[in-house]
């Protein structure tokens, strides 16, 4: 099992997501982003690639499609909140984006 972030955690590895688009829900302690495409076949297309790279890490998106547009919320539901899990896929979902 993951550990939730530390203060100082949260600052190196959300803060920049932030800054890059990402939002904090507080109320669930996770962030969320929505990505748009040209079309669907370039959003699926992503989503494919990024279901690949969760799975190696054993951790999976919230998220939903229709057509172009992906809407993403990452959080680890084990930890009750934010760990390093989900910074290293929000960073991967954005240079692959």
């Not at 079309?39 to 992503?46: E, I």
Request: no cysteine; proline share 2%.
């Amino acid at each position: 099992m993951a550990d939730k972030l530390t203060e100082t955690q949260r600052a190196e590895l959300i803060e920049p997501l932030l800054e890059g688009g990402w939002t904090h829900d507080t109320s669930r302690n996770a962030i969320s982003k929505t990505f748009k495409f040209k079309n669907f076949v370039q959003a699926f297309g992503w989503m494919t690639q990024i279901a690949i790279h969760a799975e190696k890490l054993n951790h999976h998106p919230e998220w939903s499609n229709v057509y172009s547009t992906v809407n993403v919320t990452l959080t680890t539901h084990d930890a009750d909140g934010l760990t390093e899990l989900d910074a290293k896929l929000a960073q991967r979902m954005d240079a692959l984006a």
